[in-house]
């Protein structure tokens, strides 16, 4: 155990109540710092709806770890179901708006799910140990409406003052990192992979209240998917431009982003002429176009839009749509693996890039290159947890990467990672007014 303030006990449970509701999970983690975070607290659950966000509370939850038994799609579909979501088939119509949100009824419920658990999912490697070893691979928050006689503390302090962050730690230097980018390329010259996704993880400690930086995290410009979610011993901050997989109205969306440059004039030109990023692109839209072919009836795949360029925060980055009409009966873990992990974030085959991956990766993805989102009765909305850190008892983690072809050059993409990284290195840096 280390001092007061960060410390953790941890212990093995197989049951945990919230509200009253005795519920199913694997494993329990008692915080002295990190806790759910208060319902109605700002930022919110990507998705959930505005007019829910200060009137429900959390009911039910799942945690699942990769070294647990089970199959994580399966064990989500099954958790969901049992508290009245729409999760078996997705095609079906959506439930009536007024029975979704009578007092006491369920709203719907936050969703994450590692990188590691989609790669479970589909029976691929599923690299090296997280870094953050407190947060679940696999999280499942239901929230319901609050009956009348119900309240609500939109925003208790319950923390500690006082937020300090200490040095960063790589967990691999410069050289390793370009060292990795050559090895990938070597495997796309001898024909193993045509694409791979190379990340690396670093590291800070900290002292005090995590939930403003992450609070910043979720504010970042361009977070589409800007949000906090929080259990014991953990929490995860996410400021995601790019979607996952969203089902609406019958219909099934990704949103892969490659390619990405300063959000300069020259750096919006240099993107769009640039044939390197192009193909990079283009590969991955056509290994969404199968993904969702997987659930998808039969001819309905197609590629809405194609090389947009969008900003997020300080970077320009490339952007394309892809959508088909969902088959009927299709549930909840169907979907899940059919497009996780997610593959603007492991690369092309996927199953052979997620191999690359847990040989040149030298620490696990934890929160990043995952789904986060929301899930009701009127739908479900993913995004992909990149630009996404992750707070332990005693560490801040975050993750950073990009997309290795045989063009790569190493100290380019060392390059790209690091400016992605930086938005979220400033915004987690302690303010002088606090």
Not at 93 to 103: G, I, W
Request: glycine share 12%; with cysteine.
């Amino acid at each position: 155990m280390t001092d007061g303030t960060n410390a953790f006990v941890a212990m093995t449970s197989r049951f945990q109540t919230i509200g009253g509701e005795s519920t199913f999970r694997m494993r329990q983690i008692e915080p002295v710092v990190v806790g759910p975070l208060p319902t109605g607290s700002s930022p919110h659950i990507p998705g959930m709806p505005a007019r829910c966000r200060a009137a429900t509370v959390a009911h039910a939850r799942l945690q699942w770890w990769h070294a647990d038994s089970g199959d994580p799609a399966q064990l989500l579909e099954d958790f969901l179901a049992r508290h009245g979501l729409p999760v078996r088939d997705l095609a079906r119509p959506p439930a009536r708006d007024a029975d979704q949100h009578r007092p006491g009824s369920v709203c719907g419920a936050a969703l994450f799910v590692s990188a590691a658990a989609g790669a479970a999912m589909i029976g691929a490697p599923t690299g090296a140990p997280s870094p953050a070893l407190a947060v679940p691979d696999l999280a499942a928050v239901v929230y319901r409406h609050t009956d009348p006689v119900e309240t609500v503390d939109p925003d208790p302090d319950g923390g500690t003052p006082g937020w300090s962050l200490g040095p960063w730690r790589d967990s691999w230097s410069t050289a390793a990192h370009a060292a990795a980018v050559d090895h990938a390329r070597a495997a796309i010259g001898r024909g193993d992979v045509y694409q791979v996704n190379v990340v690396g993880h670093a590291s800070a400690r900290y002292t005090g209240d995590p939930r403003p930086a992450l609070a910043r995290i979720a504010r970042l410009p361009g977070a589409r998917y800007g949000g906090v979610l929080a259990g014991p011993g953990w929490a995860i901050g996410c400021a995601s431009p790019e979607t996952l997989v969203a089902v609406a109205g019958g219909r099934v969306t990704t949103r892969p982003i490659k390619g990405t440059r300063p959000a300069t004039p020259d750096g919006r030109r240099d993107l769009l002429a640039s044939p390197k990023e192009r193909a990079e692109h283009v590969m991955i839209v056509d290994l969404a176009r199968n993904d969702l072919a997987r659930i998808a009836r039969t001819g309905s795949v197609r590629v809405d839009d194609l090389y947009a360029i969008r900003r997020w925060s300080g970077l320009w980055q490339a952007e394309s749509t892809v959508s088909a009409q969902i088959a009927a009966g299709c549930g909840l873990a169907d979907l899940l693996r059919a497009v996780c992990p997610g593959g603007s974030v492991t690369g092309a085959p996927k199953l052979a890039a997620l191999a690359q991956i847990a040989a040149l990766e030298p620490v696990g993805r934890g929160a990043a290159m995952g789904g986060f989102g929301w899930l009701d009765a009127a739908g479900l909305d993913l995004g992909l947890t990149i630009r996404t850190v992750a707070v332990d008892a005693e560490r801040v983690h975050l993750w950073a990467g990009g997309g290795i072809t045989w063009d790569s050059d190493p100290a380019a993409e060392v390059a790209e990672a690091a400016a992605k990284a930086a938005p979220l290195r400033a915004a987690l840096a302690p303010r002088p007014d606090r």
